[in-house]
């Protein structure tokens, strides 16, 4: 099912690129209410937006490039419309808070409800496995590292592969719906703490990077390596890795090198690379200074966002054809903490309808920001506290489109919790708590269809929790 998904995606992406490319004639307005009415069924129907921005010139080695939605078509904050009643001739029709058919929908549950979990599904761990018999009603335990995993990531559109990033080294692919759940593959090549990984889009490749200043690219299917990389400035450190979601032949990457001609001064980067060719394009480089912590890009691949150790998060313009990068919109969110973490969502819930920003930032706080125009700027739509000012703990969306009354975000944190917190309610945002781990909380991930919901930390343990079933079947 995961690999009919996939293609299915990839199908109406490339028949909506040839659409475009060979309809070069003025569009009437009839025919741009359709496609805009069209664009937003079909990324309902599969969570991605439709609209095809230029097509790539080349293709990734072994994965399909990403098509999405060029920034023209996105919809920003400050330029979208008034929300419309079902009466409403132009516009899009949003449902009230009494919408019969969203209710029908999700069932009648409230947030706190749906997002129930009813235990650990499987433990990986590397201490823990000698004492497995001493632990009561956490589910099997399984050997897996033996440090921080600094970051936990499901493939796409499927639920049972998730990739593990640890500071032991090593990166681990891990089958959670197996009987019982295996570790399928370790990757073993950089010298140091790996700080980042990600997933191409068809799953094929997993990208790596660590700070031994080198960048892998894995073979997921073959189990080996097809390139390593390292970074341009001797003795960087590379501290966050995206692939380029328009065209997988792309990574973005940031690094970090200290200056030996003043005490305390370093020098953050962020650069594209070519991982099919191993080289990095003329003009894909700029300088943020401090340490670049976190990375984030938009479906289209267009806008791209970083944040580091001074507090600061700057967006890019990114050029796909050429590997170009221009420096946007700059924010100071917290002087002198850290942004640990950034994930992009184009549309959350009926209610959050803008693209949004989630940021992990150690001043006890994870922010939601709303995307207000094409250049990345952002507002701040709420802010949660949370227990984060030392360790590089992340957050993200929920995977599937609210149509209850708010929407859910999850955050590790310093206290040891996992927290699941409503971007709508009022007063206390807090809807469920997991507690499991006895130290910090550093990466969560959901699976696609958030029937699992992966969690790592401080000391290398990784928990796969278990949502509570729904009558019928549903989660």
């Known amino acids: 099912m995961a690999i009919l998904a996939i293609l299915g995606t990839l199908y109406i992406r490339r028949r909506s690129q040839l659409l475009r490319e060979h309809t070069k004639v003025e569009e009437s307005a009839v025919r741009k209410q359709y496609l805009k009415v069209r664009s937003q069924l079909l990324q309902k129907r599969y969570g991605v937006s439709c609209d095809q921005g230029q097509s790539s010139r080349t293709m990734s080695i072994r994965s399909n490039s990403r098509i999405s939605e060029s920034p023209e078509s996105s919809r920003f904050a400050g330029e979208s419309k008034p929300v419309m009643t079902p009466n409403s001739e132009q516009g899009e029709v949003v449902p009230t808070k009494q919408a019969d058919a969203s209710r029908a929908i999700v069932g009648g ?117 097809l390139r390593v990389v390292r970074d341009q400035v001797t003795g960087a450190e590379i501290l966050s890795c995206v692939f380029q979601p328009a065209n997988n032949n792309m990574v973005i990457v940031s690094f970090h090198k200290l200056s030996f001609r003043q005490v305390g001064n370093s020098c953050g980067m962020v650069e594209v690379l070519n991982v099919s060719t191993g080289i990095y394009p003329q003009g894909g480089t700029s300088k943020l200074g401090g340490r670049v912590l976190a990375l984030a890009c938009e479906s289209s691949g267009h806008l791209v966002w970083a944040g580091n150790d001074k507090g600061t998060i700057i967006s890019f313009l990114f050029d796909p054809e050429t590997g170009r990068l221009n420096k946007g919109r700059r924010l100071n969110v917290a002087e002198n903490c850290s942004i640990t973490c950034i994930s992009w969502r184009a549309w959350i819930s009926r209610e959050a309808r803008d693209p949004m920003l989630l940021v992990n930032c150690a001043a006890n706080v994870v922010y939601l920001f709303r995307v207000v125009d094409k250049e990345g700027t952002l507002q701040v739509r709420r802010k949660f506290a949370i227990r984060h000012e030392n360790y590089l703990v992340r957050s993200t969306f929920c995977p599937i489109m609210s149509f209850r009354q708010g929407a859910c975000v999850v955050s590790g944190s310093e206290d040891s919790c996992v927290y699941f917190l409503d971007i709508e309610r009022k007063g206390k945002p807090c809807v469920n708590t997991l507690q499991g781990h006895a130290c910090p909380v550093l990466g969560v991930s959901f699976n696609y269809d958030e029937s699992l919901l992966a969690t790592s930390d401080y000391q290398g343990l990784v928990i796969v929790w278990k949502r509570e079933k729904r009558p019928g079947g549903a989660m």
């Open 109 to 225: 549950t409230t947030i706190a409800e749906n997002y129930a979990f009813v235990g650990v599904h499987h433990i990986f761990d590397q201490l823990i496995c000698v004492h497995s018999e001493l632990i009561i009603g956490l589910g099997d335990v399984c050997p897996q590292h033996m440090q921080a995993v600094t970051m936990v990531k499901f493939a796409n559109n499927d639920r049972s592969r998730l990739c593990c990033a640890s500071f032991d080294g090593t990166v681990s692919i891990c089958n959670v719906t197996a009987s019982p759940p295996v570790v399928d593959v370790v990757f073993r090549g950089h010298t140091k703490g790996v700080t980042a990984c990600d997933w191409s889009v068809s799953n094929d490749l997993v990208v790596s990077c660590s700070l031994d200043g080198t960048i892998f690219l894995w073979d997921v299917a073959s189990r080996r390596c």
